[in-house]
């Protein structure tokens, strides 16, 4: 067999004139089928996709993440950094830290670069809200393989998530849910 320039596809030899032949002499009293009397209903288009909208809301989410400033220091205690969102009870705090919220999704941004965990975390924030997710953890690393040992993203994703309206708290992640290394965040309701 000869191959085309195209991978993947073959070309077959061209069948000889006496085969053709053959063939011809082979079914020439075949009669062709009639029609089978059926109607064949045309397949229906699937739905649009508003691509637009889509790419217009992700350029939104990236915008509303900017870092116009430095993290501020007034929202920590100690190592541990929470966040709640101005008319939220501090009974969530309580609640998030105790586990009584349910996690329902989870992003991992270990090894990505600072622009590339905001990318990953605009997308996994949109997901959420179109899914109606309302507890989510953020597995953002200690920063033992960066720089100087210094945990950067741990930084910045508390910052982008105290940014997004959705985010109505947030608290360090349980030991057992990976300690300094993650946070755990409630997300407003769809409602």
């Not at 930084?155 to 985010?167: C, G, I, K, N, S």
Request: net charge positive; glycine share 8%.
């Amino acid at each position: 067999m000869k191959k085309s320039g195209k991978p993947g596809k073959a070309r077959l030899p061209a069948p000889a004139a006496e085969d053709i032949e053959l063939f011809r002499s082979e079914v020439a009293d075949a009669t062709p089928l009639g029609p089978h009397g059926r109607f064949l209903h045309p397949l229906d288009p699937p739905p649009a996709l508003p691509l637009s909208r889509l790419r217009d809301q992700r350029e939104v989410m990236l915008e509303s993440l900017t870092d116009p400033g430095e993290w501020d220091a007034s929202t920590e205690t100690g190592e541990e950094l929470i966040y709640l969102r101005p008319g939220i009870s501090r009974q969530v705090l309580r609640r998030l830290r105790s586990g009584e919220w349910r996690v329902q999704a989870e992003l991992d941004l270990h090894g990505l670069t600072r622009a590339e965990a905001k990318i990953e975390l605009v997308d996994f924030l949109h997901a959420c809200d179109r899914r109606g997710i309302r507890c989510i953890r953020i597995i953002h690393g200690k920063g033992l393989g960066s720089p100087n040992r210094e945990p950067v993203l741990k930084r910045a994703v508390r910052h982008w998530l105290a940014q997004r309206e959705e985010v109505l708290a947030y608290v360090q992640a349980r030991p057992a849910d990976g300690g300094g290394g993650a946070v755990i965040a409630l997300l407003r309701s769809r409602a």
